[in-house]
């Protein structure tokens, strides 16, 4: 008996050896394999959506893409750690560098548009020239992976948030740490200035989500309610609302001053990683693991739109500084642009 199940353990060994490196091959080869196709501008009637198994893969998805302040630049961060910057008319690339060797998951303007600042999983935080995507400063000060990295709006500090429990702000000119941000229990994957300064917000891992005073970095309130990870949290830009998303599927409206949340916004089938103000305040955008965009009317609180955005997931988006359009980009390589009064698609750019 003895010598029966030894050898079968024996045998079953040998043969999940063979199946493992037959899978390693079979990765390695369909990865090889891969053809990175040009950065070619597709218009609405030239190109259809492809199912493609190459477009899940990893190396090819846009975590970040927004637009300059001066409504002129985007910039695409990806997770091959390549950073582009266009022209926001023709999708025309301006430049592009191997900034990272790792994901790029935000890569935020400065106010004045001549700066991003970018955040990787390789543990580096980066500012770079827009003009010619040359390396301003590394910020040297941080040991972890970042998930987003925002100036504020006076431009003389940021702030860098990732998989450790505090957010830090930084001295732009030096790279020196000013302050931490205390008080979340777990990793944080949204920080962000208010629009004047005053406010720094957090949404974490821990399903909260924390507003601190961005001069003395005190914890000003903490919002619970939220029951998975809240991927992203935005402050209006009067300082009344706040708007989250997590992956509990839900956007979620919230007082600011009381801490109450208004409403919650369902209709999302899956983790929600998006959510954010128009510049005009009355309306919220959100995108999500289920493909999807939504499009949701602030005062009534009901459903405006349903943009059936992407092959895959759909990582990021941001208005335009007009409000007049919406950019997204997900993992299936690709950014979109769309109009936001119609739903309709402006035009796409691959970056496989």
């Given at each position: 008996?003895?010598?029966?199940?030894?050898?079968?353990?024996?045998?079953?060994?040998?043969?999940?050896?063979?199946?493992?490196?037959?899978?390693?091959?079979?990765?390695?080869?369909?990865?090889?394999?891969?053809?990175?196709?040009?950065?070619?501008?597709?218009?609405?009637?030239?190109?259809?959506?492809?199912?493609?198994?190459?477009?899940?893969?990893?190396?090819?998805?846009?975590?970040?893409?927004?637009?300059?302040?001066?409504?002129?630049?985007?910039?695409?961060?990806?997770?091959?750690?390549?950073?582009?910057?266009?022209?926001?008319?023709?999708?025309?690339?301006?430049?592009?560098?191997?900034?990272?060797?790792?994901?790029?998951?935000?890569?935020?303007?400065?106010?004045?548009?001549?700066?991003?600042?970018?955040?990787?999983?390789?543990?580096?935080?980066?500012i770079w020239n827009v003009e010619d995507c040359s390396l301003y400063m590394n910020l040297k000060a941080i040991d972890f992976s970042t998930y987003t990295a925002a100036f504020a709006n006076k431009g003389k500090y940021c702030v860098?948030?990732?998989?450790?429990?505090d957010a830090i702000v930084m001295d732009v000119k030096n790279g020196k740490v000013v302050k931490r941000l205390k008080g979340?229990?777990?990793?944080?994957?949204?920080?962000?200035?208010?629009?004047?300064?005053?406010?720094?917000?957090?949404?974490?891992?821990?399903?909260?989500?924390?507003?601190?005073?961005?001069?003395?970095?005190?914890?000003?309130?903490?919002?619970?309610?939220?029951?998975?990870?809240?991927?992203?949290?935005?402050?209006?830009?009067?300082?009344?609302?706040?708007?989250?998303?997590?992956?509990?599927?839900?956007?979620?409206?919230?007082?600011?001053?009381?801490?109450?949340?208004?409403?919650?916004?369902?209709?999302?089938?899956?983790?929600?990683?998006?959510?954010?103000?128009?510049?005009?305040?009355?309306?919220?955008?959100?995108?999500?693991?289920?493909?999807?965009?939504?499009?949701?009317?602030?005062?009534?609180?009901?459903?405006?739109?349903?943009?059936?955005?992407?092959?895959?997931?759909?990582?990021?988006?941001?208005?335009?500084?007009?409000?007049?359009?919406?950019?997204?980009?997900?993992?299936?390589?690709?950014?979109?642009?769309?109009?936001?009064?119609?739903?309709?698609?402006?035009?796409?750019?691959?970056?496989?």
């Amino acid at each position: 008996m003895y010598f029966f199940v030894s050898n079968r353990l024996k045998w079953m060994s040998i043969s999940m050896l063979i199946y493992s490196i037959f899978v390693v091959f079979m990765l390695f080869s369909c990865k090889e394999n891969s053809t990175y196709k040009s950065d070619e501008i597709k218009n609405v009637s030239a190109t259809k959506s492809q199912d493609s198994l190459r477009e899940i893969w990893t190396e090819y998805g846009v975590y970040g893409a927004f637009y300059s302040p001066d409504g002129k630049k985007i910039s695409v961060g990806n997770a091959r750690g390549q950073i582009y910057i266009l022209d926001a008319v023709t999708f025309e690339q301006i430049c592009m560098v191997k900034g990272h060797q790792s994901n790029v998951h935000s890569i935020i303007f400065n106010p004045t548009s001549d700066w991003v600042i970018s955040s990787s999983k390789d543990k580096d935080c980066k500012i770079w020239n827009v003009e010619d995507c040359s390396l301003y400063m590394n910020l040297k000060a941080i040991d972890f992976s970042t998930y987003t990295a925002a100036f504020a709006n006076k431009g003389k500090y940021c702030v860098v948030s990732g998989n450790n429990n505090d957010a830090i702000v930084m001295d732009v000119k030096n790279g020196k740490v000013v302050k931490r941000l205390k008080g979340h229990t777990n990793e944080i994957h949204i920080v962000l200035y208010s629009d004047d300064d005053k406010y720094i917000l957090t949404g974490s891992d821990d399903s909260t989500i924390i507003l601190f005073d961005a001069e003395t970095g005190e914890k000003v309130r903490q919002f619970f309610g939220h029951q998975g990870a809240v991927n992203c949290s935005v402050i209006d830009h009067d300082n009344k609302t706040i708007v989250s998303a997590s992956s509990d599927n839900t956007v979620k409206l919230w007082d600011l001053e009381t801490g109450e949340m208004l409403h919650n916004f369902v209709g999302h089938e899956d983790n929600v990683y998006v959510a954010l103000f128009n510049p005009q305040g009355n309306l919220i955008a959100s995108s999500s693991k289920d493909r999807t965009i939504r499009i949701w009317d602030v005062e009534s609180r009901k459903l405006v739109k349903v943009l059936k955005a992407h092959t895959n997931l759909v990582c990021t988006l941001y208005f335009s500084p007009d409000g007049k359009k919406l950019l997204s980009g997900g993992m299936d390589g690709t950014i979109k642009e769309w109009n936001v009064e119609t739903g309709e698609l402006i035009r796409q750019k691959s970056f496989k």
